[in-house]
């Protein structure tokens, strides 16, 4: 079987509609990341919206366990406050989320491009399609994708897998801005096209 890294259309949203409907990804491990922004202990902790940072957290762990079986890379991005002594407690990654062989960036800009060499890091592991997740969905996680699509990778974005501040700004992303850069899935609709990963990644 012949992998692909993503179905080039985008897919463009029913701002009516409640849920999201499955689609069938067909994701090449070798070519495709995940890209996990700003998973930090204070940053989980927040008052987000529509998502629960735990709930956050938990689809976000998932996602990193199905890519790792796969053998894909997991990127895990989060901020420095530039021009401080020392950073805001809970700064660090959520304990446990960072395993070995993982890629671990620190930003000190809203997006995760930018001074952080990961764009140099992606190719040289011969990536193509960047599968997101974080928070908060309208600041890192989109800043991070748009540069992302600028670069010229195929973006996967998942709904259930990042949250913002309120409800109003996620569903400006998710809805209106994010179907415009790449594709808009719930997490059971990430698969990969191996055979050793053949049922892909589900909440089943």
Same mark, same amino acid.
């Given at each position: 079987?012949?992998?692909?890294?993503?179905?080039?259309?985008?897919?463009?949203?029913? /701002?009516?509609?409640?849920?999201?409907?499955?689609? /069938?990804?067909?994701?090449?491990?070798?070519?495709?990341?995940?890209?996990?922004?700003?998973?930090? =202990?204070?940053?989980?902790?927040? /008052?987000?919206?529509?998502?629960?940072?735990?709930?956050?957290?938990?689809?976000?762990?998932?996602?990193?366990?199905?890519?790792?079986?796969?053998?894909?890379?997991?990127?895990?991005?989060?901020?420095? %406050?530039?021009?401080?002594?020392?950073?805001?407690?809970?700064?660090?990654?959520?304990?446990?989320?960072?395993?070995?062989g993982d890629i671990e960036v620190v930003k000190?800009?809203?997006?995760?491009?930018?001074?952080?060499?990961? =764009?140099?890091?992606?190719?040289?592991?011969?990536?193509?399609t960047l599968v997101f997740g974080g928070i908060a969905t309208n600041?890192?996680?989109?800043?991070?994708?748009?540069?992302?699509?600028?670069?010229?990778?195929?973006?996967?974005?998942?709904? =259930?897998?990042?949250?913002?501040?309120?409800?109003?700004?996620?569903?400006?992303?998710?809805?209106?801005?994010?179907? %415009?850069?790449?594709?808009?899935? %719930?997490?059971?609709?990430? %698969?990969?096209?191996?055979?050793?990963?053949?049922?892909?990644?589900?909440?089943?």
């Amino acid at each position: 079987m012949t992998a692909v890294a993503l179905a080039p259309a985008p897919r463009v949203l029913d /701002p009516a509609r409640t849920a999201f409907a499955p689609v /069938p990804l067909a994701l090449d491990p070798a070519r495709t990341a995940l890209v996990l922004v700003d998973l930090m =202990d204070r940053m989980v902790a927040l /008052p987000l919206a529509p998502h629960k940072g735990s709930d956050v957290l938990a689809v976000a762990e998932h996602l990193a366990d199905a890519f790792r079986a796969a053998g894909a890379p997991v990127v895990l991005v989060r901020v420095e %406050r530039p021009g401080i002594a020392k950073q805001p407690p809970g700064s660090g990654l959520v304990p446990g989320l960072l395993h070995d062989g993982d890629i671990e960036v620190v930003k000190r800009t809203i997006g995760g491009f930018q001074g952080t060499g990961l =764009d140099e890091q992606l190719r040289r592991r011969g990536v193509t399609t960047l599968v997101f997740g974080g928070i908060a969905t309208n600041l890192g996680v989109e800043s991070t994708a748009r540069a992302a699509a600028d670069l010229g990778y195929d973006l996967v974005l998942v709904e =259930d897998a990042m949250a913002a501040l309120i409800g109003a700004e996620h569903e400006a992303s998710v809805r209106f801005d994010f179907p %415009r850069l790449g594709t808009v899935v %719930r997490s059971d609709a990430v %698969r990969f096209a191996s055979a050793s990963a053949p049922d892909g990644y589900s909440t089943d």
